[in-house]
C-alpha cells in the first residue's frame, strides 16, 4: 500500500476526510464548513469521503428505541419555526407595512399576518425556509465573502449538511433571518444573544443610493410600535441597539427599510421594506 | 436493510409533510441510528438527544435534500453524525453531567478490528482497510467510529500528538488511493 507524505493537492483532500472523521478542530469549523459552501470540489470531496466511510456506520449495532424517543421527536415537529407567512400570502408591495399616517397614532392598521395567529401554511417543499438557516447564517464569517455563491437553494444543496453548524463558543439565543419581500432571498440575519447583545449580519450587499440609508427596525408588540434599533450606511455587520428594550422574544419582528440618510425623520419606517423576519430560537 | 429507494421515497414524504413517512424512516433506521450515536456519544441519554435532533431536523430540510446528488441514506446518518458531533464536541468544554458513564452504556468494548470485521467481505472499504496496518486501520477506524480526537488517538496510540496527525493523514491518502 502507497505510504507518502501529503502534497498539496492532497491538503484539500484531507481536509475533507478529517472534517468527514469528526477530527476538525472546533476553532477551525467555522472555516471548513464556509469553504464547503464556496467550493464545489471541497463540498464533492466531503461526499467522497462520507460516502467512502459510511459503511463503518452500518456495522453498529441496533439499540432498542423506546416509544418516547418518536415522541419527543413528533412534540418538536409542530413546533418547527414557521417560514415568514409572508411568502404564502403576498408581501407587502405598499411601503413600510409598519409605517403609520403621521396623524394616527402608532399602532399599525394594516393587517399584520406576521403576529397574528394564523393557520397553519400548508406545507410546500420550500428550500428557502428561514428555519433552515439559523446554525449556519450564524456562525460563518459570511461578512467576508462578497455576495453569496448562486441561490440559496443552491447552496443548501451544496453545503449538505454545512448549515448545521454551531459555533460552540457564542451561541445565540434568538435568530432572525430576513427576507426580501419575494420571500426567495435571505437578506441577512439577526442574532440575539444571552448577554442581551445583538448583531445584524448581512448575508450580502444592499444596494443604497446616495443620501439614503438603511435603518433597521424591531417589533414586539404593536401597540408599542416598531422601534429604530441601527441606522447603517452600507451592509455590514452591526450591533444593534437594544437597550432599554425588552429582550427579545421569539415571534419578534426585525425589518430593514431604507430611509433617508439621518434615518426615518418621524421615528416610524416611512421607506420601503429592504427585508423582514421573525425571530426564533436557535436550535 | 431497506433499499435505497425507500428511503429516498420517505425524504420526499417528509418534504410534502407527511408524518408517516418520518415514521418509516425512525422505524427502518431509528434503532441503528441510536446504536451509531452510542458509540460516538457513550450517554445513552446523549445519544436519544442526537437521534432527535437528527429526525427534528430531517423533517425541518427533508425538502432540500436532492436525491440525485447522494444516497438518503448517508444523508440520514450525516445528518446523526454531524448532530452527534456537535454535542460531543460541547460535552468535552463542557462537563453537563457528573454521573460516570454506566459501564453497561459504553460500548468501546467495540474494538476496531471487531468492526471491521463486520463490514461485507466484498466491500472496498473493508478490502482497503484490510490493506492497511493494523495500527492505521484502528485510528481511522476509532476516530470515525467512537469520535476520538487527534488527542485521544495519539494518548490511545502512545504517540506524540504531531506524529498521529501527519500519520493519520498518511493513512487516509493511502486509504483514498485503494478506494479510488
Known amino acids: 500500500m502507497i505510504d507518502r507524505p501529503p502534497t498539496a493537492e492532497d491538503a484539500r483532500d484531507l481536509l475533507a476526510a478529517e472534517y468527514v472523521l469528526g477530527l476538525t478542530e472546533a476553532a477551525d469549523?467555522?472555516?471548513?464548513?464556509?469553504?464547503?459552501?464556496?467550493?464545489?470540489?471541497?463540498?464533492?470531496?466531503?461526499?467522497?469521503?462520507?460516502?467512502?466511510?459510511?459503511?463503518?456506520?452500518?456495522?453498529?449495532?441496533?439499540?432498542?428505541?423506546?416509544e418516547r424517543i418518536w415522541t419527543g421527536i413528533e412534540e418538536n415537529l409542530g413546533v418547527a419555526p414557521n417560514p415568514i407567512p409572508n411568502r404564502v400570502a403576498a408581501p407587502t408591495t405598499a411601503p413600510a407595512a409598519m409605517a403609520s399616517p403621521p396623524s394616527e397614532a402608532p399602532i399599525r392598521t394594516a393587517p399584520t399576518p406576521s403576529i397574528e395567529p394564523r393557520a397553519p401554511a400548508p406545507r410546500r417543499p420550500a428550500p428557502t425556509r428561514p428555519d433552515a438557516m439559523p446554525g449556519l447564517w450564524n456562525s460563518l464569517a459570511f461578512w467576508r465573502f462578497t455576495g453569496l455563491a448562486g441561490s440559496f437553494a443552491a447552496?443548501?444543496?451544496?453545503?449538505?449538511?454545512?448549515?448545521?453548524?454551531?459555533?460552540?463558543?457564542?451561541?445565540?439565543?434568538?435568530?432572525?433571518?430576513?427576507?426580501?419581500?419575494?420571500?426567495?432571498?435571505?437578506?441577512?440575519?439577526?442574532?440575539?444573544?444571552?448577554?442581551?447583545?445583538?448583531?445584524?449580519?448581512?448575508?450580502?450587499?444592499?444596494?443604497?443610493?446616495?443620501?439614503?440609508?438603511?435603518?433597521?427596525?424591531?417589533?414586539?408588540?404593536?401597540?408599542?410600535?416598531?422601534?429604530?434599533?441601527?441606522?447603517?450606511?452600507?451592509?455590514?455587520?452591526?450591533?444593534?441597539?437594544?437597550?432599554?428594550?425588552?429582550?427579545?422574544?421569539?415571534?419578534?419582528?426585525?425589518?430593514?427599510?431604507?430611509?433617508?440618510?439621518?434615518?426615518?425623520?418621524?421615528?416610524?419606517?416611512?421607506?420601503?421594506?429592504?427585508?423582514?423576519?421573525?425571530?426564533?430560537?436557535?436550535? | 436493510m431497506a433499499d435505497e429507494f425507500d428511503i429516498g421515497e420517505a425524504i420526499a414524504g417528509c418534504a410534502a409533510g407527511d408524518r408517516q413517512a418520518l415514521r418509516r424512516i425512525y422505524d427502518l433506521e431509528g434503532p441503528r441510528m441510536l446504536g451509531v450515536a452510542m458509540r460516538l456519544l457513550k450517554r445513552r441519554a446523549l445519544a436519544e438527544e442526537a437521534v432527535q435532533d437528527s429526525f427534528v431536523l430531517l423533517w425541518k430540510h427533508a425538502a432540500s435534500f436532492d436525491p440525485k446528488k447522494g444516497s438518503g441514506r448517508t444523508w440520514l446518518y450525516a445528518v446523526l453524525r454531524h448532530r452527534s458531533l456537535n454535542i460531543l464536541r460541547g460535552e468535552s468544554r463542557i462537563e453537563l453531567s457528573e454521573e460516570p458513564v454506566a459501564e453497561n452504556e459504553a460500548s468501546e468494548d467495540e474494538n476496531p478490528e471487531e468492526i471491521v470485521t463486520r463490514l461485507s467481505d466484498g466491500q472496498k472499504?473493508?478490502?482497503?482497510?484490510?490493506?492497511?496496518?493494523?495500527?492505521?486501520?484502528?485510528?481511522?477506524v476509532l476516530s470515525y467510529v467512537h469520535g476520538l480526537s487527534h488527542s485521544e488517538l495519539a494518548a490511545k496510540l502512545e504517540m506524540p500528538l504531531g506524529t498521529v496527525k501527519s500519520w493519520l493523514r498518511r493513512s487516509l491518502i493511502s486509504l483514498r488511493e485503494c478506494m479510488g
Open chain 1, 155 to 283: 447552496l443548501l444543496l451544496a453545503a449538505g449538511l454545512g448549515y448545521f453548524m454551531r459555533e460552540a463558543y457564542r451561541q445565540p439565543t434568538l435568530i432572525a433571518v430576513l427576507m426580501t419581500p419575494d420571500g426567495a432571498q435571505p437578506a441577512a440575519v439577526v442574532n440575539a444573544f444571552a448577554d442581551g447583545r445583538a448583531e445584524l449580519v448581512p448575508l450580502s450587499n444592499i444596494d443604497v443610493p446616495p443620501g439614503k440609508a438603511i435603518e433597521i427596525w424591531t417589533l414586539w408588540d404593536r401597540a408599542v410600535g416598531p422601534r429604530s434599533i441601527g441606522l447603517i450606511q452600507r451592509a455590514g455587520r452591526t450591533s444593534l441597539k437594544l437597550e432599554g428594550l425588552p429582550k427579545p422574544q421569539p415571534g419578534q419582528i426585525f425589518e430593514m427599510t431604507l430611509e433617508d440618510s439621518g434615518g426615518s425623520p418621524t421615528g416610524r419606517p416611512t421607506g420601503p421594506i429592504l427585508n423582514k423576519g421573525e425571530a426564533t430560537t436557535a436550535l
Open chain 2, 125 to 140: 472499504l473493508r478490502q482497503c482497510l484490510e490493506g492497511l496496518d493494523p495500527q492505521r486501520r484502528s485510528a481511522i
Open chain 1, 29 to 66: 469549523l467555522p472555516q471548513v464548513e464556509a469553504f464547503i459552501l464556496r467550493d464545489a470540489a471541497f463540498a464533492a470531496a466531503v461526499a467522497n469521503w462520507r460516502a467512502r466511510l459510511a459503511p463503518l456506520d452500518f456495522t453498529a449495532a441496533s439499540a432498542t428505541a423506546d
